[in-house]
C-alpha cells in the first residue's frame, strides 16, 4: 500500500479526506466480532487468554503491570534482567552525553514574523518562508534573542558578542527546505557549567556534588509536527516550522544514569526560573537526546579513549532518559563481553520497555554539509538601545544588554533553595524547599513569601523568631493547605485562602488564642468557601482557647491511663514512647473543643507514666 504524506488544517472544509483502506476496515469488523464471541464463550476463566490481534485493545499501563505480575511469577524481575550487565560494572565504564533542545519562550518564530502557537488549528500559523517558497529570505527576529541569552546565562556559559546561523542539511518530510538553520561553527554560547547536588536526585557516588561542563548553546529552529495516521498516512503540520529552540549540548562526563536524568530535570528548571522556557518535558516543550558509550574502566592515572556512542532520541521524560541509558548500557556490555563491535546508531526507547532498537545508521557530520548561511548576517551583540530589543517606544539610555539581563535575573532554584530559603526568617528544610521552588511555576513559593512577610508585620521580631513563624508557614502552605488541595483535587490557582487571612490563623495559633485543632478547622472553613474574617468565625463558633486548669489535664489523663492498662505497658516496659501521642489525641477528642493544647497533654502524661 502505498505511503501518503499531505499537509492538513484543522477546518473540516479545508481538510482532504482521509483514505481509509476498505481491506483494514473489513479486518478490524472481523477482529470486533471475534472478541465478542470470544468473551460470550463458555471458556473456563482459567483458559482465557485474549488472542494475539486484541492486545492492542488493552491499556498501555494495564500491559505494563499485567508483565510486572508475570516476571514475578516466573521468578523475573527487572533487576534480574539487568543483574549480568550489572556485575560487570566494575569491568566498563559508562560515559554519556546529553544534548537537550528546549522551546524558547517567544512570541514570534525565529526567521519569521509569524506567531509561534503550541495548541492552535493545524497549519494556521505559518509564513511563506516557513513553507521554504521559493524567494523567500529568513529574517531574524531579534526579540528571540531574550530568552536565549537568559537560559545561557542561568547555565554559566560565556556570551559571545559575534555570533552566525549556519544550514545543517538533510532531506526529510518535516523539513521543507532541505536543511535546517542552526549554529554550528560560531554558537552564541559556549563553556558553561551546571552544578548537581544530592537534593537534584545525582547518583550516590556522585555526592556531594557534580558539575556538569556545558559544550556550548545555540539557536536553531524546530521543524514541522508529524502525525501518523495508520496505516500509511503521515500528515505534517507546519506551526511549529522556525519554532525558536535553544540545543543545550553537555560534555560527555556523566557516569550514572541516575546522574543524566538529574541533569536533564536541573536544566528544565534553570530554563523555567528564568523564563525562558515556559512548557517541560511533559508538555513536549523540552525533548532530550542522549550519547552512550562504555569503555574498560580506566585504571588510576591512566587515559583512555571514549568507546563508540550511540544516540537515542527524542526522550520525553526524566525516566525515559533514566531507564534508555540503563537499557543501552547493558546492551552495549553484552555485545563486547561477547566479543562484539558497538556500531555508531541512532537507537530508540519506549516508555516501559527493557531494551533500545535500531532506527538507523549514524550519520558522519560530512552527510549534513555544513556550511554558513549566505542569507543571515552575523549577529553581534553589543551596547544597544533596550527599546530595540523589546519593542518600547519610549526612547530608553544605551545600556548593555548582557549587563541588563544579568541584573534583572530572578533567583535561581539553587540560590532559592540552599541559601535564600534556608536561612532567617525562613529557615526552610532542602527537601520542603525543593518542594516549594518546584510546584506550580513558582506561584507557590509566591504565596509562601508573602505569607512571611505578613507574618513579620504582625508578630514582633523576637515573638517572630522563637516561635520559628518561617518554618511554620512552610508546614501549612505545603502541608496543611497541601492536603486539602489533594483531598478535595482542587489546582493551586483555584484555592480560596488568601495570605492575610492564613496569616491571622497562624498568629492566633503562635499566641496560644487557638489549639493546632482549631487552627485546621478554621484553614478548612475558609477554604470551603466561607467568606467571614477569621476573628469573626472565632467569636460565632465559640473557637477561642479556654485554657484548661492542671487539675483538670491530670483528671482526664488518668481516666485514660486506667482504662488503657496494656497501652500504658507497652510505653513504659517495652519502651515504646511513640505510642504517648495516642493519649494526647485521644484528650483533645475528649476533652471540650478548642480546649486541649497537645503539649501541655503530653507533659502531663509524661510525668503521669514517670518518663
Not at 532518559?321 to 563481553?337: F, Y
Not at 527493557?354 to 548561511?373: A, C, F, I, N, S
Not at 485554657?547 to 482504662?563: C, F, G, R, T, W
Request: hydrophobic letters at 35%; one cysteine or more.
Amino acid at each position: 500500500m502505498r505511503s501518503t504524506t499531505k499537509l492538513f488544517n484543522g477546518s473540516s472544509e479545508n481538510c482532504r479526506a482521509v483514505f481509509i483502506c476498505q481491506s483494514c476496515l473489513r479486518s478490524s469488523a472481523g477482529r470486533r466480532g471475534t472478541r465478542r464471541s470470544f468473551l460470550n464463550s463458555a471458556i473456563p476463566k482459567e483458559e482465557l487468554a485474549a488472542p494475539p490481534e486484541l492486545e492492542a485493545t488493552v491499556p498501555f499501563r494495564k500491559l505494563l503491570k499485567d508483565e510486572v505480575k508475570r516476571q514475578k511469577l516466573r521468578g523475573e524481575s527487572k533487576k534480574s534482567k539487568h543483574a549480568p550487565a550489572n556485575r560487570l560494572l566494575e569491568k566498563w565504564e559508562l560515559t554519556v552525553g546529553i544534548e537537550i533542545h528546549a522551546e524558547l519562550n517567544t512570541a514570534k518564530k525565529l526567521f519569521s514574523s509569524a506567531a509561534t502557537s503550541t495548541n492552535q488549528p493545524p497549519n494556521t500559523h505559518v509564513a511563506h518562508f516557513d513553507a521554504a517558497i521559493p524567494g523567500t529570505q529568513p529574517q531574524f527576529q531579534k526579540e528571540t534573542l531574550i530568552p536565549a541569552l537568559r537560559a545561557a546565562l542561568a547555565l554559566n556559559c560565556t556570551i559571545h558578542r559575534k555570533s552566525a546561523f549556519d544550514r545543517k542539511h538533510y532531506f526529510y518530510q518535516d523539513q521543507p527546505a532541505g536543511y535546517q538553520i542552526t549554529q554550528y561553527y560560531e554558537p552564541f554560547a559556549t563553556s558553561g557549567s551546571v552544578v548537581l547536588y544530592p537534593h537534584d536526585g545525582i547518583a550516590q557516588l556522585d555526592h556531594p556534588s557534580i558539575t556538569i561542563p556545558i559544550q556550548q548553546v545555540q539557536m536553531e529552529q524546530d521543524t514541522a509536527k508529524t502525525v501518523h495516521q495508520p496505516p500509511s498516512t503521515h500528515l505534517l503540520d507546519f506551526n511549529r516550522v522556525s519554532h525558536p529552540l535553544v540545543e543545550i549540548i553537555t560534555k560527555p562526563v556523566i557516569h550514572h544514569p541516575a546522574t543524566a536524568a538529574a541533569c536533564v530535570r536541573k536544566i528544565q528548571s534553570l530554563l523555567r526560573a528564568v523564563d525562558a522556557c515556559t512548557l517541560g518535558m511533559e508538555l513536549g516543550g523540552l525533548r532530550a537526546d542522549v550519547n552512550v558509550s562504555v569503555r574498560p574502566r580506566p585504571q588510576l592515572g591512566q587515559e583512555t579513549a571514549l568507546g563508540q556512542r550511540t544516540e537515542i532520541k527524542n526522550l520525553s521524560s526524566f525516566k525515559a532518559v533514566e531507564g534508555a541509558i540503563i537499557a543501552e548500557r547493558d546492551r552495549q556490555i553484552e555485545v563486547l563481553e561477547a566479543g562484539g563491535v558497538i556500531d555508531g546508531e541512532t537507537r530508540g526507547w519506549t516508555l516501559g520497555g527493557t531494551q533500545t532498537t535500531k532506527l538507523r545508521g549514524k550519520e558522519g557530520e560530512v552527510d549534513y554539509r555544513y556550511m554558513p548561511d549566505p542569507d543571515i548576517p552575523p549577529l553581534f551583540i553589543s551596547h544597544v538601545s533596550l527599546s530595540i530589543i523589546y519593542g518600547i517606544k519610549k526612547p530608553t539610555e544605551e545600556q548593555d544588554l548582557l549587563q541588563h539581563l544579568q541584573m534583572t535575573r530572578l533567583d535561581l532554584p539553587d540560590d532559592l533553595i540552599m541559601s535564600k530559603l534556608a536561612s532567617i526568617p525562613y529557615e526552610m528544610s532542602v527537601p520542603d524547599a525543593l518542594v516549594l521552588v518546584a510546584t506550580e511555576d513558582g506561584d507557590r513559593l509566591e504565596y509562601y513569601m508573602e505569607l512571611v512577610a505578613q507574618l513579620q508585620g504582625s508578630l514582633p521580631a523576637e515573638e517572630f523568631t522563637k516561635a520559628r513563624a518561617g518554618k511554620l508557614a512552610g508546614n501549612w502552605v505545603l502541608h496543611e493547605l497541601g492536603s486539602l488541595l489533594a483531598t478535595l483535587d482542587v489546582s493551586w490557582h483555584d484555592q480560596p485562602v488568601k495570605e492575610a487571612d492564613l496569616a491571622s490563623i497562624l498568629v492566633r495559633l503562635i499566641r496560644r488564642e487557638i489549639t493546632s485543632k482549631t487552627s485546621k478547622q478554621l484553614l478548612a472553613m475558609l477554604f470551603n468557601g466561607d467568606q467571614r474574617p477569621v476573628g469573626k468565625i472565632i467569636q460565632d463558633e465559640n473557637l477561642s482557647l479556654r485554657p484548661m486548669s492542671e487539675k483538670e489535664y491530670v483528671s482526664l489523663a488518668q481516666n485514660l491511663i486506667a482504662d488503657n492498662g496494656d497501652m500504658v505497658r507497652a510505653i513504659t516496659e517495652k519502651n515504646q514512647k511513640g505510642k504517648i501521642m495516642w493519649f494526647v489525641g485521644q484528650m483533645m477528642r475528649q476533652g471540650e473543643e478548642g480546649r486541649v493544647e497537645a503539649d501541655k497533654a503530653k507533659k502531663v502524661l509524661e510525668v503521669l507514666m514517670k518518663l
